[in-house]
Each structure stands twice: as structure tokens, then as C-alpha cells.
């Protein structure tokens, strides 16, 4: 059967840019007269992207929209709204404190009606939701979930659209409610109405609505007429995961609410997951793009940018070149404590999809929020960082770092499955379970901590079973190493290739960059951040080559973005082109920090909190040395020597060594060994003593 249909909306080739990342990738779609169209796809796959261009709320960077034939592309809300697009945007958006009837009189505004035809319009929507006519003065905060949905497509049908776009509209309802809301749905698109529904559930979509388009990493994937699409068995197996072939909408998936659609895997051979850029000067104008963005999404979205910026005399129009990056303010780790628990939070709470928290000990934690986005893009340059060390699917990854709320184990994992590669969790420490799965599951890739990498490799050749293994890689981070650790980690292992991987909580967590497999610099992810190099103490920027601490500004993270934050970590800007090709700039591995903090056994730790926790134990001097060092099986170990009080006798050592060790172990969770020595012994200092002797790495790092 040919179908000649009246065309309402037409998007042709349509692209979508939030900062620097692309939301929505050519997209092609037709909602005829009187049809009701839905958009299908898991969560991230761009469909509230697309329905936000239609209504005028994003603005598309590339492609077209007609509306009825007229060129609509790029016009405001207001001016969409005016043509008779209505959006009943997913999570209601209500105004709560509003009544029903305040809202359902919002709907009307666009369109200026007489107070006649207001009123005319009000009894058609009780006519179809006669529950609100019963609620018409509550305040819409006091409405059940359900009913306030029904308030939301009451006012958006209060300007009599000619296109109604629904986002989500069951989303967070129970299954009657939903039920109930669709059966809305039927009737209004058989009253005519024309509707673009966007709903996670594929079952539910794909039986209210007349074509659909399936949506994947903001493309389309396929299109077609609803009915056919959900009967497909291929389609079927590859959107909607297994369900009775009978009675779809009645399936599994129909009732328990599907909301995650698994697609199918793409070639992985094929795939990329390295930036399109083949210039410096391409690379830089998208890092415009995505500062213009970040700076505008955290003055909009955050109090304290907000303040920030206002203080530094800098607004969002402000920036116009990446030399504008030098008129920004500085963030700061205690700015990340200050705002404790959601500090630098630019989004609404409700889009905030994980938290992960660093392992500081000064005070609060440092914890930082993740929208879906951030999540994605996390997955998607730590699958880069396996690409660029030559990780391919085939590989498989024996993960050996810390899960758990920590952003270790969670990116390692996610982008080992975002690369398509067989990943193996097994966390920290368990030598023999390593060494078990080393040998039975033959894991080419070990990712760990530096002296996790070489206990590993010590026990490996302790146990003489390194031709039983088949690792060819590591990767390894979150800790300094020398170059004769490297040397001999790689020898035990029987000569694996060695990869260092940077990272930090504050900017999304590990992976960030990597070694380059020329082995002589870090790789670092310049389309999602930008890297400054500036000297601590004054905070000038300093020339290439030079060490300095390094500054970073994010280019699309949405919930914690980063405005020139101080990591503290100490490297250098390596210029020019390296040898092994890419475009991506690079640095030197991280040499030491800018202030006191050293890592011990993964704990981060600063001097100033043992400081303040030896102050508290009566009878101790407020003189101390932490002594760092490493054993020959790669074990570090922490020697506090600590001064008694002025007058307090000697034979209380052993008991204030104790409760040293004691409030230590549990305040900071590393455990000591305490020598308390005589009042005046440790030397003094008219400058700041030196309290820090790490002996653990004593050759080059770089
Ligand atoms: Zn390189």
C-alpha cells in the first residue's frame, strides 16, 4: 500500500551541539497530519534532544525543521509555541505552587484568546480528565504523580496544538496510571490531534502510535510503521530483548516497563572511539565551543559559579577566543569541600544519575555528581584510553583496583565494555585469586596500582608461573613509580608493555589521558578538557616544558563542571607532534603534587590531618615526621615518629604510641607504625619544618 501523507513536521539532516559534544547526528524524520509518531530509544539516545530542537528550545548547529513547508529551524519557544507547538516536557516542569486551573491557563497564553474561549477550552480538558476539574484549586504540588501528568497535557492542549510533543509521559508512573495516561494518549490522536511522543518504554510507544523511529547514540537506527517494527523479530531482538512473539504489549516488557534497550553491538573492529579531529586549529575550535558552553551552563546552572564569576567581573558573553580562558577564576579543592555533598552542582538534583567520592582525609570528602551524560562520556574516552594502548575487543581486562564508590574499579569497567572487551573485576589485592584467573581465564590486560602491578609480578615469578600466563599488558595508575619499578615489573612479568593512566575524581576519575605507546609521554583527552600549566605559588601561566601545577577546565561536563580547577598534580606541557601520530597533545607523567598530600597504599592523605589528629591526644608534642618507604616485595609502609609533651614522663610511649596508632587507623583508615620520642629530639625548623620523607621512589620518574 502507498501511503500519500500531508507532512507537518519535517526534519531533514538535523544536528544538535551541547558545548563541545554532539547530541544529535543527522536526523531524519516525518510526522504527518493527524499522525501520532514515536521516538524509541534508551536513555541518552537523543530523543528529548530532538524534541527540544523541535520546540525551539536547542538550537540546532546544522539541518533543517518545516513546519506545514515553512523553514522553522532555529526559531524560539515563544515563536514555535506561536505556530502551535506545545511541549509537555518530561517530569511535568509544573509549576507546583501554581492551582491547576493557574496552570491550565499558562497553556492559553501563547495563543491570546478571549476569556470566552478560554473557559470554552477549560471544559473540553475536564471533559477529558474530569479528575482535574475536582482538583481545579489545589496547588498542582499536592496532585499524585499521575494527575499531574494529566495537568501537564491539559495545559499544553489548552493552545489547541496543530503538534503536540510528549517527553516521557509515563515516565515515573505506576503501570495503571500509565495505562491510564495512554488510553489519553488514543483518544487524542483519534480526536485528530498530531503527536511526536517520546517514551522510554519501546512496547508501550510502539503500540500507541502509527510509524516510530528508533534512536541510538543520536542517530537514527531504523524507522517504520509501529505495528510492523514490533513484531520484528529481528528488530524485536535487537531493541526490545526477548518477549512472547504473541502478545507483545501484554510480554514482559509491556508489563514490567522497559527501560532499557539493549542494541545490538556494533563492529567493534571497525569502531573508534578517537576524536574526528585531523588539525590543531580544528581541535582548538571545538575546545571554544565547549568552554563558550561550560562557562554559560555553570553561570546559568550553579550559585556558586555564579558568584564566582559575578565577583571576577566575567560573564558568559565574555568569552569569545581561548585566550578569554585566562580571565576566569581559579576552583579549588576546598571550594569542591565547601560545597559538600553536591559541590559545583550545575544541573537539577533529578538529573543527577551517580556520586563518586575521592579517598581525601582532610574533613568532608570530595564528592562529585554525574549526569547520564557525564557517565557516557566517562565510558567513552576511558574505552579511547584502551584503544590508544592497543587494547581490542578481543582483549581480556583483569581489573584489579578498588570498586565501590571510588572512580577506579567504575571506569575501568565501563570502558572495557564500552570498548567491547571481556572485562574481569576481580578489585584489590587477593594475589591468589589473581594469579588463579590469570592462568585459568589467560588475561592479557592487568589494570592496577603501581605496587599492586609489581607484588603481582614478584609473585608471579615467585610461583614460577609466568609461562602459564598470557598478560601483554599493563595499566596501571593513581600512583607515582620510578622508572626501575616500571623496568622491573615488566620483567617479572615476562616482558609486558606497560601503560600509565592519569586521573582524578574532579574530572570524571581515571583515564583521563594515557601513556602514548611510544612510551614517552601521557596522551590527554583534549576535546573534553582543557589543560593549563601554572606556577603554584603565583599562579602565572608557564611556557611549555616547564613543571608547574596542572589546571583544568572542562569542555561538556554537565553536573560538576570544572572552571580552571587546581588538581595540585605537578607536570608539563610536552609541545609538538609526538612520533606516534595523533593529534592529541600530551604531557609528562605526573611527577608529585603542588601541596603536602601523598598517597599511601590508595589512601590520600594530607600531613595536616595527622597534624590535627596528633594535637587531640593529650600528653603528644605537637612535633611529627611521616616516613614513607617502600619494601623490596613493593609494600609501602608508614613510620610516624612523633615527639612526647613538654614533661610528660617516658614510660608513657608505649600508651601514646598506641592511641596514636589507634585514632590513626581509625580516622584515616592506613595503619602506622608510631615511635614516640623525647620532648625536643626531632629537629626544628625556623621556616616549615619538613615533615615528609618519602623514600618510596628514588630515581626518574619521567
Ligand atoms: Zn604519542
Redesign the pocket.
Known amino acids: 500500500m502507498i501511503e500519500i501523507k500531508d507532512i507537518l513536521l519535517h526534519i531533514s539532516n538535523l544536528t544538535v551541539h551541547y558545548g563541545a559534544a554532539q547530541a544529535l547526528f543527522g536526523i531524519d524524520l516525518e510526522v504527518g497530519k493527524g499522525e501520532t509518531v514515536a521516538l524509541v530509544g534508551a536513555n541518552g539516545a537523543g530523543k528529548t534532544s530532538l524534541l527540544r530542537a523541535v520546540m525551539g528550545l536547542n538550537r540546532p548547529s546544522g539541518g533543517r525543521i518545516l513546519l506545514d513547508g515553512q523553514d522553522v529551524t532555529g526559531r524560539t519557544s515563544a515563536a514555535m509555541a506561536a505556530r502551535g507547538v506545545a511541549l509537555c516536557p518530561e517530569g511535568r516542569e509544573m509549576f507546583g505552587d501554581l492551582t491547576v486551573k493557574e496552570n491550565l491557563e499558562l497553556g492559553a497564553m501563547a495563543v491570546k484568546i478571549s476569556h470566552a474561549e478560554l473557559k470554552r477550552r477549560m471544559e473540553e480538558i475536564f471533559a477529558r480528565f474530569p479528575r482535574l476539574k475536582e482538583r481545579l484549586h489545589q496547588p498542582t504540588a499536592t496532585l499524585s504523580g499521575g494527575e499531574q501528568q494529566m495537568v501537564a497535557m491539559g495545559r499544553a492542549l489548552m493552545a489547541r496544538p496543530r503538534l503536540l510533543l510528549l517527553d516521557e509521559p509515563s515516565l515515573g508512573l505506576a503501570p495503571l496510571i500509565a495505562d491510564e495516561v495512554f488510553d489519553i494518549i488514543r483518544q487524542l490522536s483519534r480526536a485528530g490531534v498530531t503527536i511526536l511522543l517520546v517514551e522510554q518504554n519501546a512496547a508501550r510507544a510502539l503500540t500507541a502510535s502509527g510509524s516510530a523511529y528508533l534512536m541510538a547514540n543520536g542517530r537514527i537506527v531504523t524507522s517504520g510503521r509501529s505495528e510492523r517494527l514490533l513484531v520484528d523479530p529481528e528488530l524485536r531482538r535487537a531493541f526490545l530483548g526477548a518477549a512472547s512473539e504473541n502478545n507483545p504489549a501484554a510480554s514482559r516488557l509491556g508489563g514490567a516497563g522497559l527501560t532499557n534497550i539493549r542494541l545490538v553491538k556494533p563492529d567493534m573492529s571497525k569502531q573508534t572511539f578517537m576524536p574526528p579531529f585531523k588539525s590543531v586549529a580544528e581541535l582548538q575550535a571545538h575546545q571554544l565551543q565547549g568552554l563558550k558552553w561550560t562557562v554559560r551552563h555553570a553561570y546559568e546552572g550553579s550559585g556558586f559559579y555564579r558568584a564566582k564569576l559575578d565577583a571576577a567581573g566575567v560573564s558568559p558573553d565574555d568569552i569569545r577566543s581561548l585566550d578569554d580562558l585566562a580571565r576566569l577564576p581559579f576552583t579549588t579543592p576546598e571550594d569542591i569541600r565547601d560545597g559538600y555533598p553536591f559541590p559545583l552542582r550545575s544541573v537539577p538534583y533529578e538529573q543527577i544519575v551517580r556520586l563518586h567520592a575521592s579517598t581525601g582525609t582532610t574533613g568532608k570528602r570530595k564528592i562529585i555528581g554525574y549526569t547520564q551524560k557525564d557517565v557516557d562520556d566517562w565510558a567513552h574516552f576511558f574505552a579511547r584510553a584502551y584503544e590508544m594502548a592497543g587494547v581490542t575487543p578481543l582483549d581480556r581486562v583483569q581489573i584489579a583496583v578498588g570498586y565501590g564508590v571510588w572512580t577506579a574499579g567504575a571506569g575501568f569497567q565501563a570502558g572495557c565494555e564500552r570498548l567491547g572487551a571481556l572485562a574481569i573485576p576481580v578489585g584489590p589485592g587477593n594475589v591468589d585469586l589473581q594469579c588463579e584467573f590469570l592462568m585459568d581465564l589467560q588475561s592479557t590486560v592487568l589494570c592496577c596500582t603501581a605496587s599492586m602491578g609489581l607484588l603481582m609480578a614478584e609473585e608471579v615469578n615467585k610461583r614460577g608461573i609466568a609461562d602459564k600466563i598470557n598478560l601483554k599488558k599493563v595499566i596501571y595508575g593513581s600512583e607515582r613509580s620510578s622508572v626501575s619499578m616500571r623496568k622491573k615489573i615488566s620483567e617479572l612479568f615476562g616482558g609486558v608493555e606497560i601503560f600509565d593512566i592519569p586521573g582524578l575524581t574532579e574530572l570524571y576519575g581515571p583515564g583521563t589521558g594515557i601513556e602514548?605507546?611510544?612510551h614517552?609521554?601521557i596522551?590527554y583527552w583534549a576535546d573534553y578538557y582543557i589543560l593549563e600549566i601554572m606556577d603554584p605559588d603565583t599562579l602565572a601561566p608557564l611556557p611549555d616544558n616547564e613543571w608547574g601545577e596542572m589546571v583544568v577546565t572542562t569542555l561538556s561536563k554537565e553536573a560538576a563542571p570544572l572552571i580552571r580547577y587546581r588538581t595540585h598534580d605537578i607536570t608539563r606541557i610536552i609541545p609538538g607532534p609526538?612520533?606516534?601520530?595523533?593529534v592529541l597533545p600530551?604531557h609528562s607523567r605526573i611527577r608529585g603534587r603542588s601541596d603536602d598530600m601523598f598517597k599511601f597504599r590508595g589512601v590520600n592523605i594530607f600531613p595536616s590531618s595527622i597534624d590535627r589528629l596528633l594535637s587531640e591526644i593529650p600528653g603528644l608534642g605537637s612535633e611529627y615526621q611521616v616516613h614513607l618507604a617502600r619494601d623490596d616485595h613493593g609494600r609501602d609502609h608508614m613510620l610516624l615518629k612523633v615527639e612526647r609533651g613538654e614533661g610528660v614522663e617516658p614510660g608513657r610511649a608505649d600508651e601514646l604510641g598506641r592511641e596514636a596508632r589507634y585514632v590513626i587507623k581509625h580516622k584515616l583508615l592506613v595503619t602506622p607504625e608510631v615511635e614516640v620520642v623525647g620532648y625536643g629530639e626531632l629537629p626544628r625548623s625556623e621556616r616549615k619544618s619538613q615533615r615528609l620523607f618519602d623514600t618510596r621512589i628514588t630515581d626518574s620518574v619521567v
Open positions: 602514548c605507546p611510544h614517552d609521554c596522551h609526538c612520533t606516534c601520530g595523533t600530551r
